[in-house]
T-cell receptor, first 114, second 113 residues
Framework: DGGITQSPKYLFRKEGQNVTLSCEQN?????MYWYRQDPGQGLRLIYY???????QKGDIAEGYSVSREKKESFPLTVTSAQKNPTAFYLC?????????????FGPGTRLTVT | AQSVTQLGSHVSVSEGALVLLRCNYS??????LFWYVQYPNQGLQLLLK??????LVKGINGFEAEFKKSETSFHLTKPSAHMSDAAEYFC???????????FGAGTRLTVKP
C-alpha cells in the first residue's frame, strides 16, 4: 500500500540535543511538507519542498532544518535552537505543490523535550 | 494571502443529531477548499474537497459541505452523528499561486450517547 511513514511515533530528548524526525513516502509525490501541531493552534508550516534538492521555509522555520536528497524522503531536524520543541509533528506530501490536489499525511511523531 | 477561520473550537452533539461545523475562508482568487479529520494521535485524513466543480461536495463517512461564494463559507455537515465521528476537524484553503495550504485552528467534535 502507498502512503507516508513517520518514525518514531514517540520521541523523547533532553534539552540541548538535536533530534531528527524521519518521513518517507512511496506515493511518488513531488511535494513534501512538515507541520507542527500544538493544541488549539491548528497546523503551522515549518518547511516544504517542491522538488528534490530544493526546499523553502514556512511560517515557523527558526530552529529547524531539513534536507531533500531523495524524492521519497524529507527528514526534519529539530535543533537545540528551537525554543519550545515539544509538539506533535506531521509530515505530508502532495502530487504538486498546493493546488487542487490534497495533501496526504503521515501518522505523526510526538516529540517531548525535557 | 488566503486564510481560514473555524467558528467554534468545540462542538458537542447528541448521537443521531445534525453535525454542523463552520468554516469561513479568505482568498483573493477562487480557492480550493478541504476538510480533514484527525483522530487522537494520528495524522489527518481527507474528508472532502472543493475544486470549483459542484458547489455541494460529498465526502466519506456521510459528510458533505457546500461552497457559498457570497458568504465565503464552506461549512461541513452530517445529518446524523455517530459516536465514531468524535474527532478533530480541520478546514483548509489552498491557493496555487502561493504554493501552500492554510489550515484553520480546528474544531473538536464530541458526540454524546
Amino acid at each position: 500500500d502507498g502512503g507516508i511513514t513517520q518514525s518514531p511515533k514517540y520521541l523523547f530528548r533532553k534539552e540541548g540535543q538535536n533530534v531528527t524526525l524521519s518521513c518517507e513516502q512511496n506515493l511518488n509525490h513531488d511535494a513534501m511538507y512538515w507541520y507542527r501541531q500544538d493544541p488549539g493552534q491548528g497546523l503551522r508550516l515549518i518547511y516544504y519542498s517542491q522538488i528534490v534538492n530544493d526546499f523553502q521555509k514556512g511560517d515557523i522555520a527558526e530552529g529547524y532544518s531539513v534536507s531533500r536528497e531523495k524524492k521519497e524522503s524529507f527528514p526534519l531536524t529539530v535543533t537545540s535552537a528551537q525554543k519550545n520543541p515539544t509538539a506533535f509533528y506531521l509530515c505530508a506530501s502532495s502530487i504538486t505543490p498546493a493546488d487542487s490536489y490534497e495533501q496526504y499525511f503521515g501518522p505523526g511523531t510526538r516529540l517531548t523535550v525535557t | 494571502a488566503q486564510s481560514v477561520t473555524q467558528l467554534g473550537s468545540h462542538v458537542s452533539v447528541s448521537e443521531g443529531a445534525l453535525v454542523l461545523l463552520r468554516c469561513n475562508y479568505s482568498s483573493s482568487v477562487p480557492p480550493y477548499l478541504f476538510w480533514y479529520v484527525q483522530y487522537p494521535n494520528q495524522g489527518l485524513q481527507l474528508l472532502l474537497k472543493y475544486t470549483s466543480a459542484a458547489t455541494l461536495v460529498k465526502g466519506i463517512n456521510g459528510f458533505e459541505a457546500e461552497f457559498k461564494k457570497s458568504e465565503t463559507s464552506f461549512h461541513l455537515t452530517k445529518p446524523s452523528a455517530h459516536m465514531s465521528d468524535a474527532a478533530e476537524y480541520f478546514c483548509a484553503v489552498s491557493d496555487a499561486r502561493n504554493n501552500d495550504m492554510r489550515f484553520g485552528a480546528g474544531t473538536r467534535l464530541t458526540v454524546k450517547p
